[in-house]
């Protein structure tokens, strides 16, 4: 039996790196397509580094902030990926933007999460965003990224119900159990070719999905 050759994926912090945890755990099982093979903080005192580290993952603090410019950190940030020889990135958290090069360099094979279903309420506050907005469904949506921000092709998305007792606090809770959900699965879908990128389009193969049973939330593609 040929043995499947997993994608190698770094994942990008600058926080607590919930997202990455339920990425992590995703890849520990057997037939998972993908495998964690760098966690990257631009933060090196970031909650999620330190998790990493516990988890026993390769993990380097690349703090921005000793940089004279983006593409010079990005510079070194290539580099890094290089040598770990990286096949996708998965943006966890990352708080930073990237220059167009970079994204060119990477694109269709670096993908973000983002609590809001895109493209509305794209950028920061986006539970704030919803609330006001008086929308009843927001939910969290996994793109390739884009020179511009929140705006690159979608893969997946998942739909939460906004409950009229909603402060901020319910809300990102309810559409952060979402995004554990999502993403791992979005990864997978992305690692072995099931979605990928021509030009602007999200190119489909088939892949079975199964049948919604989140009553939760809504997935698309359906998990």
Known sequence: M?????????????????????????AREPDYPAEIALVISNRPEA????????????????????????????????????????DLIALAGFMRLMTPDFVARWYGRMINIHPSLLPAFKGLDTHRQALSAGVRISGC????VSAEMDAGPIIAQAAVPILCSDKEQDLAARVLT??????????ALVAND?????????????????GINHPEALFS???
């Open 194 to 210: 099931q979605a990928s990128l021509r030009e602007t389009t999200v190119v489909w193969q088939s892949f079975g999905a199964a």
């Open 221 to 223: 593609p359906s998990l």
């Open 47 to 86: 909650p999620g580094l330190a998790w990493a580290r516990e988890q026993g993952l390769p993990t380097v603090a690349l703090d921005h902030k000793r940089y004279e410019s983006r593409p010079h950190f990005e510079g070194q940030l290539q580099s890094l990926l290089e040598l770990s020889r990286i």
């Open 141 to 144: 949506t996994v793109h390739f």
């Open 178 to 187: 979402a995004e554990h959900k999502l993403y791992p699965a979005a990864l």
């Open 2 to 26: 040929n043995q499947v050759v997993k994608k190698r994926v770094a994942i990008l912090i600058s926080g607590r790196g919930s997202n990455m945890q339920a990425l992590v755990a995703a």
